[in-house]
């Protein structure tokens, strides 16, 4: 076991003004994610072109967005990634990165890359995200001292092993990449721990990250928890990457309760509407099972050919609606992939609010 505290341990006050301002908020923060690359598992080749990756990176600001994550190498957990140069990562971002940056939203580069991640920094970009955890790249560790960047410190294995103790590993792990950072003269304030979820992980390690993430919480440093679409969604729900939404916030919401300060997603309106309800109660008999949730959608798809989107998201709403009677509101989003006109529209969906009537006693 991991020592913890029966409350979040207090957080060393961070030293740089981005992340100040990040940890202040009375929820957590929201990372969305940006890859610019043509293989990544949740969005593969979708905002390769600069013009739809500086498109996404608007529409996920205007969702609320508080933080925006760029990628140009697939880090896909379960070794499926294809190594990537660090000249075609920065060929990559050279085109989209500064206009990114000129958003007005803090920029993370996700690389592990230290000649990248010096780059980004320079050209505007606020933290570096390294699913590494400074243990991959010699050079990492120093050449984030000297810019004084913040760091996500991502705990990682090249392999998943179904017999260890997952929780021990990563407090190993922790302790390894806090020496190195120490070493190298990184300020405590200045990093942000990540579990990992999905990484040289099983499914049921990932859950068990989840459920104990607040035993994380004894090194005093924030939490970062990205579990976006994650694999491990499919053994609790078969699904696609695209529709796992309700896993996503399920698993976001639990990880928020758990501690996590900052939360890594692709779908960020959701998850930000999510973790602003789960902020405002934690009473148990307010809360609804996600699981259930994502059941209950499933079924109302389940034999059954809509040939309108509106169709199919009002089949959603009024499934949800009946089913669990604390309900008062529901927003589904549904997104046609594939659309057939991808060259004009990157996207094809509608959004549908529906309100549960209160009959009248007139």
Do not use: C
């Not at 940006?34 to 990544?40: I, R």
């Not at 760029?70 to 075609?88: H, M």
């Not at 939203?105 to 990248?116: A, F, G, N, R, T």
């Not at 709403?317 to 060259?343: C, G, M, N, Q, W």
């Amino acid at each position: 076991m991991i020592a913890t505290t029966s409350r979040p341990a207090p957080a060393i006050p961070a030293d740089h003004p981005v992340l100040q301002a990040l940890l202040s908020r009375p929820h957590p923060a929201v990372m969305g994610v940006l890859n610019v690359t043509p293989d990544s598992f949740s969005d593969g080749g979708q905002f390769v072109a600069p013009e739809r990756a500086l498109a996404q990176a608007r529409r996920m600001i205007a969702e609320g967005a508080d933080i925006i994550d760029i990628g140009a190498e697939s880090t896909r957990p379960y070794g499926e990634a294809q190594p990537v140069s660090a000249e075609e990562e920065l060929k990559r971002l050279q085109p989209v990165l500064a206009e990114v940056v000129s958003l007005g939203v803090p920029v993370s580069i996700d690389s592990m890359k230290s000649p990248v991640v010096a780059w980004a920094l320079d050209a505007g970009a606020a933290i570096a995200n390294d699913v590494w955890g400074l243990q991959r790249d010699p050079g990492m560790a120093g050449m984030l001292a000297a810019h004084h960047s913040p760091v996500i410190v991502m705990h990682n294995r090249d392999r998943a092993e179904a017999g260890i103790d997952i929780m021990q590993d990563i407090a190993a792990f922790f302790t390894r990449s806090l020496e190195i950072a120490a070493k190298a003269g990184i300020s405590p304030g200045n990093i942000v721990l990540d579990p990992g979820i999905g990484f040289g992980k099983t499914a049921e390690q990932s859950m068990t990250v989840l459920a104990r993430l607040d035993e994380l919480l004894a090194f005093g440093l924030p939490l970062l928890v990205g579990a976006s679409r994650k694999r491990f969604i499919n053994t609790v729900v078969p699904s696609q990457p695209h529709q796992r939404l309700g896993g996503s916030i399920a698993a976001h919401v639990i990880a928020a309760r758990g501690g996590a300060r900052i939360i890594r997603t692709h779908d960020v309106s959701e998850t930000v509407q999510a973790l602003r309800v789960a902020a405002a109660t934690d009473r148990l008999a307010d809360t609804v099972s996600y699981s259930n949730v994502v059941a209950t959608a499933t079924a109302a798809f389940k034999d059954v050919n809509y040939k309108l989107l509106e169709r199919a998201a009002g089949a959603v709403a009024d499934a949800i609606l009946a089913a669990f009677p604390r309900i008062s509101a529901v927003k589904v989003t549904v997104h046609k992939p594939h659309a057939p006109i991808a060259a004009i529209f990157h996207d094809v969906g509608v959004v549908l609010t529906r309100t549960r009537q209160t009959p009248s006693h007139g």
